[in-house]
């Protein structure tokens, strides 16, 4: 019995941060929605499966691991936008007959013995339509899938204490606080907090664990008169600069540079927002630079639920508070401002006075007053620069993505005049 973690054709709705992975690698809560699934089914050998346009781009990232392909075994696939539960295996076994286990109409898994699973071979790339031609028995499932991006915002508080759940039930009590604690540093609710080797907290940082855990994972550093109130992921190698104001329901990714407030967000690895500004009920991709002032609106004045715009169409997201979703890539200038539900593309540059526009296409240059179209060149090369300064490399296929995310939005800029 293996596993096989699909996205499915609703990738889409998880756009701009979709744009540079499949779903199941977005983060809600400490991990991706990949390692939640593989955690919940513990021993399984799994592969991936996700859009041609990715699959080369996300082999590279992953050596070893079957990508677009299976071994010819029983085969348990599994929706990647799914909220795995630690219990899934419970709700949906590994042995059994074959069947499609259903949310409503979304497909969240499917057994499929090695005899069908030669039908679906026969049918990739779209795994979805091959499931569901299978005609198989049909379950019900109360299992959370995430839907839009915002979802994984919503979610991410739950999602951080059953991770965080998981992860301290792992480690021995005498070993959660294993990193340095300087004189002056306060831990509140101190058996809530897990500090790992390497990391740090200066004098006069305040980690609050009284209204949910804290976890500072490796190497991290808290720097001095920095708080943080819980429950917060601070990934390894990041730093959370003087000052900073981390409130709950906060992810941060690895090698990140944080000050400032940061409210109820998810920020993907190697982004930085090192400087005052307000980002609150947002996601974040990786490789972005937040100015210093960058600073956003997360509520409507007359309080009702926002509007974002996804994939051509402007959808009511059903929550009340909702920020920037900034795509991977994306530069942001001094005291630049974002109103609600604001979309913002792969690989932008946004600059100037005033709110821009609430949906700004991938390769975008500009502001309020006017854009420009950022040329594929330009970006790649200005990507590899900053990747350099944290010791990576862009390769071939990461190249070949900018572009391809750069020609499938050529029709997003020319509608806005560019």
Known sequence: ???????????IKFEPLSFYRP?????????????KIIRAYPGLKYSLHC??????????QNPGIKVNSFDDDDHIFVNGSVLAPLNMMELIPAKGSD???LNGSKIIAAKVSRENLKRIKKNSPDILNSISALNLPNENTAINYAAYIWDLISNNKTEMLNDYNYFYSSIKAMERIKGKIFEGAHLVNKENIIIAEGAEAKPGAVIDASSGPVYIDRNASIQSNAVIQGPVYIGKSSLIKTGANIYDSVSIGKV????????????LPYSNKQHNGYIGHSYIGSWVNIGADTTCSDLKNN????????????VDSGQQFLGPMIGDHTKTAINTMFNTGTSVGFSCNVFGSGFPD???????????????????EKSIATARRVMQRR?????KYEEDIFKYIFASTETERRQKGY
Do not use: H
């Open 303 to 314: 309080y009702s639920s926002v509007k974002a715009y996804v994939n051509g169409r402007i």
């Open 256 to 267: 990140c540079k944080i000050g400032g407030e940061v409210d109820n967000s998810i920020i």
């Open 23 to 35: 779903a199941f690698d977005l983060v809600c809560g400490i991990t991706t929605l990949r390692e």
């Open 99 to 101: 069947k499609i286990y």
């Open 358 to 376: 609430t949906f700004i296409p991938s390769f975008s240059w500009g502001g309020r007053d006017s854009f420009e179209t950022y040329e594929v």
């Open 1 to 11: 019995m293996q596993i096989c973690i699909f996205e499915d054709n609703d990738y």
């Open 391 to 395: 010791n990576k490399i862009i390769s």
């Open 51 to 60: 859009r041609l346009s990715l699959a080369p781009f996300l082999q590279e």
